[in-house]
């Protein structure tokens, strides 16, 4: 009885094949769409959360107390070789960064803006997020005698920079005397990341600690972790290890990134509503237009003894090829469209300025999750069940005898 109920069904939605292919397109499109955009905003916080790790945070970021609220020498970190040695124990650490920094002015002959001077190892920047990868003129280099610098581009444009130009840095070292040093750029870097390309500038540790007057201090080691699962684990034990510092996630020295997380998570919510309701409704339209229409048929196969389960299963079937057919089709296009996003990227140059503001990459490119496809699913399943619900109410009412006999609507 199900095979017949199964045959009948594929057989009904091609009588009106224009009606069930325009529902199927329906359908399609807005899923494909949909997959497109969950996977390219999932791509853009994706590519700023990466952005923040590789060129700030890492996983794990350790500060002395106090420093983040004071930012001052005084809260630094000491005797960083105690550190690296407890590091060289962890096994779920893949690498880190010990970097130091001092807030000041920077100045040419004509201008001069508040800047941050880091002190870097660019061997270990270079393991630890690829630091080279953001450069986008001149080298990866502090030059052949280590005393050049690498500059934010935001802030390498408000100066007039260029490769080669010379600027001044001055700032108050570890025992509050006002110091100055100069250096010439040899690269310049655009990371996404603001507060490095406004403000930051780099040069070599050595430099740094020179013109700090310390050694073997830093205000902040950065950490990768090789595995995301072991992200608290790790933070707990390092608390537990150095209780006198400071240990904290990305996520919480990047609250606003979390909320934007959140924000698209909602949007890509709201997006499956707005799907769900269209597959409904188209469904349910088609649905019900052939219900009515074939009232009489009905009414005929309930009267020669046809049970009323067959004919409902009948209806299911018709509502659940139209919905599978959907969903396949919206899920290879949706599938096409983000290998391709994926892979290619979308051209945002045109928006630049105003992208590059809040740290998007010009070119966007997105992610492709399994779980995408899943969530498309049971929002269509669902979609396709309720749709046919009415249908069937109006079909259970009818009086088979009284509608063939053209008495009942």
Request: contains cysteine; aromatic residues 12%; proline residues 1%.
């Amino acid at each position: 009885m199900y095979k017949i109920a199964k045959h009948l069904a594929w057989l009904s939605i091609w009588r009106r094949k224009t009606r069930s292919l325009m529902v199927i397109m329906m359908i399609a499109l807005s899923l494909g769409g949909l997959l497109g955009l969950q996977g390219l905003y999932d791509g853009m916080i994706s590519h700023l959360i990466n952005t923040t790790i590789r060129s700030d945070s890492g996983e794990i970021s350790v500060y002395a107390k106090e420093y983040r609220l004071q930012k001052s020498l005084d809260y630094r970190l000491s005797s960083i070789s105690n550190y690296e040695e407890v590091f060289s124990k962890i096994e779920g650490l893949e690498t880190y960064s010990i970097r130091l920094e001092q807030e000041g002015l920077i100045a040419t002959a004509h201008k001069s803006f508040g800047a941050i001077l880091k002190g870097i190892y660019l061997e270990n920047e270079q393991n630890f997020g690829q630091l080279s990868t953001f450069i986008t003129q001149g080298d990866y280099s502090f030059g052949k005698e280590n005393t050049a610098a690498l500059i934010g581009s935001e802030l390498a444009k408000k100066l007039t920079l260029s490769i080669g130009s010379r600027v001044i840095f001055t700032a108050q070292d570890a025992s509050g005397e006002i110091n100055s040093i100069s250096f010439r750029i040899t690269g310049i870097l655009k990371t996404g990341n603001p507060s490095i390309d406004d403000s930051s500038v780099f040069v070599s540790m050595k430099q740094m600690s020179k013109f700090l007057n310390l050694q073997q201090s830093a205000t902040q080691i950065a950490l990768r972790v090789k595995e995301s699962k072991q992200i608290r684990i790790i933070q707990k034990e390092l608390q537990t290890l150095f209780p006198e510092a400071d240990i904290l996630r990305w996520d919480e020295l990047y609250p606003l990134l979390i909320q934007m997380q959140d924000l698209i998570h909602i949007f890509n919510l709201a997006s499956y509503a707005i799907v769900f309701i269209v597959a409904a409704l188209g469904i349910f339209g088609v649905m019900l237009v052939s219900v009515l229409e074939r009232m009489r048929e009905f009414s005929i196969m309930l009267a020669i003894g046809t049970p009323y389960k067959m004919v409902r299963d009948q209806i299911l079937l018709e509502a659940s090829f139209l919905g599978c057919i959907g969903y396949m089709s919206g899920a290879f296009f949706g599938w096409l469209l983000l290998w391709y996003m994926s892979t290619s990227g979308i051209d945002m140059r045109s928006f630049e300025a105003g992208l590059e503001l809040y740290g998007y990459s010009v070119v966007m490119y997105a992610n492709i999750h399994l779980y995408y496809f899943v969530q498309a699913f049971f929002a269509v399943f669902f979609a396709t069940l309720l749709s046919v619900i009415w249908p069937l109410l109006k079909l259970k009412k009818i009086k088979p005898i009284q509608m063939i006999q053209g008495k009942t609507v």
